[in-house]
């Protein structure tokens, strides 16, 4: 069991050893491991873990929209959408609980930690699975702004494809020469010398679809840290944004069938 934590929580091994001792480890039923059990695959391991102090990311997490059911949000870069690995309490789902008082706020999507604009979140536990269903089914119509170099010998509009996958411990989309499984079509709106200005409509929803998308025209996003290579780049480094803005996102309310359309405040820095 030690040997397994060492490798999954990736610390130190002697603080592997130092919260061992101290029973911080527990199961189900709140008995101690001692870490000198046999590992077994599906076994809870139970702990408090200590959060690091984090940066306060830049920017204003603003509200967008607030009714009954849900919240729509208007999320800076560089903030995760929810709580996990080294970003929790700078993450919109823990800062708008606490900004709005809503304990049980829950995103109905994700937007990358890098990635700006409209996200929607829902007040309650009861409203989440119908709010979720929109983009499951991909219902919602979501638009976004990009900025990325101009290439003269690119036409616009198009649609661009590919099969995509992600996968477990790796940073970038890995394109497969497979049937296509990851649509998004392109237009270009504005060109300021070498760079340019597109909006972008993901028809699916694939994990960095519209990074891997650009990177596979040859333009890869301004300021994307992962493609066309790993950037090696601080966490708490707030210097270069990507630019990619989620501008908009429309829906047919899944629980009254009104149409419902939010707009991103935000606007993309050229470089």
């Known amino acids: 069991m030690r040997d397994w934590l060492v490798h999954k929580l990736a610390p130190a091994p002697e603080d592997v050893d130092a919260l061992l001792a101290e029973g911080t480890f527990v199961d189900d039923a709140g008995r101690a491991w001692t870490g000198g059990e046999v590992y077994r695959p599906h076994t809870f391991v139970w702990f408090h873990r200590t959060l690091r102090e984090e940066a306060e990311v830049p920017g204003d997490l603003t509200v967008i929209h607030r009714d ?3 919240v729509v949000l208007d999320k800076p870069h560089f903030l995760s959408t929810i709580p ?3 970003h929790v309490v700078q993450s919109a789902v823990v800062k708008a609980r606490l900004m709005l ?5 829950s995103a109905a999507h994700r937007l990358d930690r890098g990635t700006a604009g409209v996200l929607l979140m829902t007040t309650e536990k009861r409203w989440r ?3 979720h269903s929109i983009f499951t089914a991909r219902t919602a119509r979501k638009v976004y702004h990009a900025l990325a170099p101009y290439d003269p010998g690119l036409a616009f509009p198009r649609r661009v494809e590919s099969h995509l ?10 394109a497969l020469d ?3 499984n990851a649509f998004t079509d392109i237009e270009l709106i504005e060109v300021r010398g070498r760079c340019a200005l597109y909006e972008v409509r993901p028809l699916t929803g694939k994990t960095h679809q519209i990074r891997a998308h650009f990177n596979q ?3 890869p996003l301004i300021g994307d840290p992962l ?7 601080g966490i708490d480094d707030f210097s270069i944004p990507l630019r990619l803005l989620a501008h908009s996102l429309e829906f047919t309310d899944p629980i009254d069938q009104t149409l419902r359309r939010f707009v991103s405040g935000r606007d993309l820095a050229w470089p």
């Open 68 to 70: 009954e059911r849900i």
């Open 84 to 86: 996990r690995g080294r």
């Open 101 to 105: 008082d809503l304990p049980e706020l």
């Open 129 to 131: 699975a119908a709010y």
């Open 165 to 174: 996958v992600k996968r477990v411990g790796t940073m970038q989309a890995e």
């Open 178 to 180: 497979e049937p296509p």
């Open 217 to 219: 025209l040859g333009i």
């Open 227 to 233: 493609y066309p290579e790993v950037r090696d780049t």
